[in-house]
């Protein structure tokens, strides 16, 4: 039998084991293996969205729609509706699971020091790492299983001269960020709504057939497009039939990323730099940010092997002048730098945050310019 059987093996066995185990012993709190998991997760995270909750633990919404009602029915959560955005659903522990927390911990550990009993330290710390690492890329290759067309949109601008640098395009909009940037005008892609319908997307290329002629190429953006698991197929027609694909994305999935461009899938690149990186959690709204990644994405575009631009969307709260110096530094001889002022509207993610005036605009571009001679305040100049 080859590794990779045994691996799909062992991972069977150890997730249905671990199953049994919590089942049996959980019981007796009325609490099952998916439940203690979201209990702890919640608890390490009062206030945690349903949305994000499903995302960390790589659930589907249904099963954690279904488990967080079971939780929420046994007095172990209690749900909130955002008063920011009611369709978002705040979770937190109550003070029935905070009586008996520790005992979730302790049960954890009890099962995790029998698991590895025949394990050393480092042996232990090794599995831990290896572990990760494979889950880090079983997430990645979900993101890539791109084996139909069920590619989901759900906006559409028939035609702007301003999306994509020196071409008459159309912009797509995809749904779902994994990133909750206070100063986001897309809302409702971030947050989407569970009944959001998206576009027919037979509708959508029979659109792109017929107006081959009169448009150079096609945005997609978001959202986080490289979220969308069929984002791949999609592109493959738009290339078939002759189009040039811009794609914007905050730069946290590399691997798609990369895989992607070398497909030759891609012709343009438009890469947000939300900030220096102490700064990233604060300024993209969620604690883990994979930095590693976004470092990645940075250094494979500064290679020059497709043409492409960095922005930041610069926010009083988030961003001072010398931030931006830090950011033009880490991105030294970039083809083009793009400084964006913040702007208020309804549907931002945050209320109550600023623009640079522009004069501190002005001072930006100006710490900027001497590490990328190419930086330009965009929609103000
Ligand atoms: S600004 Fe971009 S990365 Fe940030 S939440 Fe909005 S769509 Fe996501």
């Given at each position: 039998m080859s590794e990779k059987s045994y691996f799909t093996i062992d991972t069977s066995i150890l997730f249905r084991a671990n199953q049994r185990y919590f089942d049996d012993v959980l019981a007796k709190y009325g609490l099952g293996y998916a439940q203690l998991i979201f209990l702890i997760e919640i608890y390490e995270h009062e206030g945690i969205a349903m949305n994000a909750l499903a995302e960390g633990a790589y659930f589907d919404k249904g099963s954690v729609t279904k488990s967080i009602q079971k939780l929420e029915e046994s007095g172990y959560v209690e749900v909130e509706v955002s008063s920011e955005d009611r369709r978002v659903k705040k979770l937190y522990t109550t003070a029935k699971t905070q009586e008996i927390i520790l005992k979730l911990y302790a049960i954890?550990?009890?099962?995790?020091?029998?698991?590895?009993q025949d394990l050393s330290a480092q042996e232990k710390q090794a599995f831990i790492e290896a572990n990760a690492a494979i889950c880090k890329r079983a997430k990645e290759y979900e993101g890539?299983?791109?084996?139909?067309?069920?590619?989901?949109?759900?906006g559409f601008q028939k035609c702007t001269l301003l999306d994509y640098p020196g071409k008459v395009a159309s912009t797509l909009f995809t749904g779902g960020c994994n990133f909750r940037c206070p100063f986001c005008h897309n809302r409702d892609l971030v947050f989407l709504d569970e009944g959001a319908s998206p576009l027919d997307i037979d509708y959508l290329e029979e659109f792109f057939k017929k107006r081959r002629k009169l448009l150079d190429g096609v945005c997609i953006t978001g959202g986080e497009p490289l979220l969308n698991r069929h984002l791949k197929t999609f592109m493959r027609r738009l290339k078939d039939m002759g189009y040039l694909i811009k794609l914007d994305t905050n730069g946290s999935y590399f691997n798609a990323l990369k895989a992607l461009i070398e497909e030759g899938l891609i012709d343009y690149v438009a890469m947000d730099i939300k900030n220096i990186k102490e700064k990233y959690p604060l300024t993209v709204g969620v604690d883990n940010v994979d930095m590693t990644a976004i470092d990645q994405s940075i250094d494979y575009l500064l290679k020059g092997k497709i043409d492409y631009e960095f922005r930041t969307t610069l926010v009083k709260e988030f961003h001072d002048i010398s931030d931006v110096a830090k950011i033009a530094q880490r991105i030294k001889g970039a083809k083009a730098y793009y400084l964006q002022n913040f702007v208020d509207r309804d549907k931002v993610i945050q209320k109550g945050l600023h623009p640079l005036s522009h004069e501190e605009l002005i001072k930006a571009k100006k710490a900027a310019l001497?590490?990328?001679?190419?930086?330009?305040?965009?929609g103000e100049e």
């Open positions: 954890r550990q009890e099962r995790w020091n029998y698991l590895s890539l299983h791109m084996v139909d067309s069920e590619m989901k949109f759900y001497p590490y990328v001679e190419n930086t330009q305040i965009r």
